[in-house]
């Protein structure tokens, strides 16, 4: 059984940084893509970033491009989302989620979530 628990969101200054972490565990990871997504009030769960296990092929939303780095440690089983230059529309719970890229097209596992709040 896949599990992924996420920590680190926070209240932090329009401008600041944060340090998201999604500690994996349940399986071997090597042929999943791990991917983080956010929720803001009200609004739909959307992409932000996402990396395959191995540490290639890395995607970003327009919106966080330049600001956000998603990266994995392997040796820790922990995928981290580096968020700098944070802007009060990042607001959202954000969630740490795991495909399987040989069985499944879709994330079909998930976190509980992290708050991350922005003050402007």
């Known amino acids: 059984q896949v599990q992924l628990v996420e920590s680190g969101g926070g209240l932090v200054q329009a401008g600041g940084s944060l340090r998201l972490s999604c500690a994996a565990s349940?399986?071997?990871?090597?042929?999943?893509?791990m991917g983080w997504f956010r929720q803001a009030p009200e609004k739909a769960r959307e992409f932000v970033a996402a990396?395959?296990?191995?540490?290639?092929?890395?995607a970003y939303a327009d919106s966080v491009k330049g600001r956000f780095t998603i990266s994995i440690d392997s040796a820790k089983n922990t995928v981290l989302l580096q968020m700098n230059s944070l802007k009060p529309e990042d607001t959202a719970v954000y969630y740490c989620?795991?495909?399987?890229?040989?069985?499944?097209?879709?994330?079909?596992?998930w976190g509980q979530g992290t708050q991350v709040t922005v003050s402007s």
């Open positions: 349940g399986r071997t990871f090597s042929t999943y893509r």
């Open positions: 990396m395959n296990w191995s540490g290639d092929i890395t």
């Open positions: 989620a795991a495909r399987n890229t040989v069985l499944s097209a879709k994330y079909d596992y």
